[in-house]
C-alpha cells in the first residue's frame, strides 16, 4: 500500500517571498504519477501541478514547481512570488499507473501574510 | 472551476433523519467519488463508480450507499444520520482514460448531524 506524509500541518509565508511544501511518499511501485491539490478557504479544490514518474525534469506551472527525487521519494512544491490568493491547504497526492485512485497527505495550511 | 455540483451546501439535521446528498456532473466523466473530510484535515475515500451500475467502498468505511444509475449522478445516502456523520462530504470525478487524468472536485457538503 502506498502512503503519502507531508510532516508541516501549518506554514506561514510573506506576501512576494518563497516557500516550499514537503511532501514524501513510499511505493513499491516503479511508475506513478504524483500531484499537489490546493484547497482555499471554502473553495473547491483544484489540481495545482502534477508529475509523472518517469520524467526526470520537474514539473513546473507559472510560480508553482516541484523538486522530485524518485531515489528520495521527495515531492516538494514550491511557491514562488507568494500571493494572498495562495492561502490554502495544500494536498500531496499519489495514484499509481493504472489507478484511478489518489492517495492524499495530511496536508499543510499555507498562510499568506500581507 | 470545474462543472461538477454538489447540493446541499449546507446541512443541519437531527439524528435519525435519512438524508441524501447530491452530486453531479456535466463533463461525462466515467469515473466519480465521494470523500469524508473533517475540516482542515485529510480526505477519506468512502465510495467511488467507475461506470453506471457500478460502485465499490472505499478505505474508509462508512454507513452511507451510493448508487450510480447515470452517468453523471452519483448521490450518496444515509438512512439514519447520527452525530458521528458530521463531517464535510468532497464529491470528485474524473476521465477514465489515465492516471495521470485531473480528478476534479466539488464545493463539498457541510453536514452536522444534532
Known amino acids: 500500500a502506498q502512503t503519502v506524509t507531508q510532516s508541516q500541518p501549518e506554514m506561514s509565508v510573506q506576501e512576494a517571498e518563497t516557500v516550499t511544501l514537503s511532501c514524501t511518499y513510499d511505493?513499491?511501485?516503479?511508475?506513478?504519477?504524483l500531484f499537489w491539490y490546493k484547497q482555499p478557504p471554502s473553495r473547491q479544490m483544484i489540481l495545482v501541478i502534477r508529475?509523472?514518474?518517469?520524467?526526470?525534469q520537474n514539473a513546473t506551472e507559472n510560480r508553482f514547481s516541484v523538486n522530485f527525487q524518485k531515489a528520495a521519494k521527495s515531492f516538494s512544491l514550491k511557491i514562488s512570488d507568494s500571493q494572498l490568493g495562495d492561502t490554502a491547504m495544500y494536498f500531496c497526492a499519489f495514484t499509481g499507473a493504472g489507478s484511478y485512485q489518489l492517495t492524499f497527505g495530511k496536508g499543510t495550511k499555507l498562510s499568506v501574510i500581507p | 472551476e470545474a462543472d461538477i455540483y454538489q447540493t446541499p451546501r449546507y446541512l443541519v439535521i437531527g439524528t435519525g433523519k435519512k438524508i441524501t446528498l447530491e452530486c453531479s456532473q456535466t463533463m461525462g466523466h466515467d469515473k466519480m467519488y465521494w470523500y469524508q473530510q473533517d475540516p482542515g484535515m485529510e480526505l477519506h475515500l468512502i465510495h467511488y463508480s467507475y461506470g453506471v451500475n457500478s460502485t465499490e467502498k472505499g478505505d474508509l468505511s462508512s454507513e452511507s450507499t451510493v448508487s450510480r444509475i447515470r452517468t453523471e449522478h452519483f448521490p450518496l445516502t444515509l438512512e439514519s444520520a447520527r452525530p458521528s456523520h458530521t463531517s464535510q462530504y468532497l464529491c470528485?470525478?474524473?476521465?477514465?482514460?489515465?492516471?495521470?487524468?485531473?480528478?476534479?472536485f466539488g464545493p463539498g457538503t457541510r453536514l452536522t448531524v444534532l
Open positions: 511505493t513499491s511501485e516503479s511508475n506513478y504519477y
Open positions: 508529475q509523472e514518474a518517469y520524467k526526470q
Open positions: 470528485a470525478s474524473r476521465r477514465g482514460t489515465g492516471s495521470a487524468d485531473t480528478q476534479y
